[in-house]
């Protein structure tokens, strides 16, 4: 694996190489749920994680904040995080609760959890929890965290946010507490900001006013955010980059824009094609769903995780891995279609040996 240079450092923040987290059971085979994870975050920039639910997207999050459940281990890959721009520090050789790891998470890495109502403690008042972070990571006093509490919860957009501090998290709407949980992972201005589908049980106005939110605050903080969705119309609204996830594995990432104009994996493709269109025409066109059901990560193929519902897949599609193929500055996908001579010709798919069209990417 290539080291992290600090030429790469000064902007690239975080990096996982060939990351594989394995659930273990006492009774059963362990069960690989993500494999071979590759994705790059670059300082100051959103790289949106994206794909179906249960594909791995919230314990990739949770594994840079080595946050995994008992049972689940990383069995195998680096998490490179440099936030200083110097040496890089393999989170995933830190234990769970090393001083190293604690100094990381809500310090220099915070995450907004997926349901603010189940993540904040019920018994505990929103300015006591903001204030804990503060305290435990910048040394100071109560007052003096309670102040910057206040602050906090003024600068996310929490009416009378002196007397809101007072309240628990059951007193607040669910905007409210989302704001909350925004302003406690701020708390102490992280380099990396993961947003795990701080949007999903919220109504279409109020996600519009977090998505500008968040916008906003990384503006101001100038810090890098990992968002994960499975919503690509919040992806094309906030994302500079997006890494599109399958059965555990990222099979495509690149530039939002290229991405969209220009999917190179057909998992990609089939996810552009299923989204409803508004136009008079498309009305009366049936939806265009992805045919079959995701594989048990039980039984996993040996192969592309794709190959069971791709149209397009062949012979080494069902039995070899397929590695990470250039498809463009910044942009790859692990493809069999980009790589062999003799793979079926699909349209819009740079494949060897076949002329670009107008439309695809020279």
């Not at 994870?37 to 314990?59: I, N, P, Q, W, Y």
């Not at 949770?62 to 680096?78: E, M, T, W």
Request: charged share 25%.
């Amino acid at each position: 694996m290539t080291p992290l240079t600090p030429m790469d450092a000064n902007e690239t923040l975080l990096r996982m190489e060939n990351v594989n987290i394995v659930f273990s059971s006492p009774d059963e085979a362990d069960i690989e749920a993500v494999r071979q994870v590759d994705f790059t975050l670059t300082r100051g920039k959103t790289l949106a994680l994206v794909g179906e639910s249960g594909c791995g997207k919230s314990v990739t999050a949770r594994a840079i904040l080595r946050l995994l459940d008992k049972n689940a281990r990383i069995d195998h890959g680096r998490i490179l995080f440099s936030a200083d721009g110097g040496e890089p520090t393999d989170i995933a050789a830190l234990g769970s609760d090393s001083k190293a790891m604690r100094s990381i998470r809500g310090n220099r890495i915070s995450m907004i959890f997926q349901e603010p109502m189940s993540s904040l403690s019920p018994v505990h008042t929103i300015g006591d929890q903001i204030d804990e972070m503060i305290m435990l990571h910048d040394d100071v006093e109560q007052k003096s965290a309670r102040e910057r509490t206040v602050e906090l919860l003024d600068q996310v957009g929490i009416p009378g946010p002196r007397q809101r501090a007072d309240s628990y998290p059951f007193q607040l709407s669910g905007g409210l507490r989302q704001r909350a949980m925004i302003a406690m992972a701020l708390a102490c201005k992280p380099d990396l900001l993961i947003a795990d589908e701080p949007t999903t049980a919220l109504d279409v106005t109020t996600q519009a006013q977090i998505l500008d939110l968040l916008r906003a605050l990384q503006a101001e903080y100038g810090m890098a955010m990992l968002f994960i969705t499975h919503d690509l119309g919040v992806v094309a609204e906030i994302a500079d980059e997006v890494a599109v996830m399958y059965l555990g594995d990222v099979v495509e990432q690149g530039n939002v824009f290229d991405v969209f104009r220009a999917p190179q994996h057909p998992y990609t493709r089939a996810l552009m094609s299923s989204i409803p269109r508004m136009t008079r025409r498309a009305q009366r066109e049936r939806l265009n769903p992805i045919q079959g059901n995701v594989p048990s990560p039980r039984n996993r193929p040996e192969g592309c995780a794709f190959t069971t519902r791709c149209p397009h897949a062949f012979a080494p599609c069902s039995s070899v891995h397929p590695g990470r193929t250039p498809a463009g500055e910044g942009h790859w996908a692990r493809c069999h279609l980009l790589t062999h001579e003799d793979a079926p010709r699909v349209e819009g798919i740079l494949q060897p040996g076949v002329p670009a069209i107008e439309g695809d990417r020279a």
